[in-house]
């Protein structure tokens, strides 16, 4: 994972802002950029270009 990446959480799109060594992850919504949530990096899914959505365990 790393900043600036595009993920799928809860349905929506978020781009990460900052990862924390504990597992979480503060996330800004793509629609709505003042809204910024905290996710665990396992229940986000990363967007892949031409490819399926993966979750985050899928991709270690």
Do not use: Q, W
Not at 3 to 19: A, D, Q, S
Not at 41 to 54: P, Y
């Amino acid at each position: 994972m790393e900043i600036n990446k595009e993920v799928l959480y809860k349905g929506k799109r978020f781009k990460i802002i900052h990862i924390y060594d504990s597992g979480y992850c503060e996330i800004r919504n793509v629609d709505n950029p003042f809204k910024v949530e905290l996710a665990l990096l396992t229940d986000i899914l990363t967007t892949l270009t031409g490819m399926k959505s993966l979750r985050y365990k899928e991709i270690l």
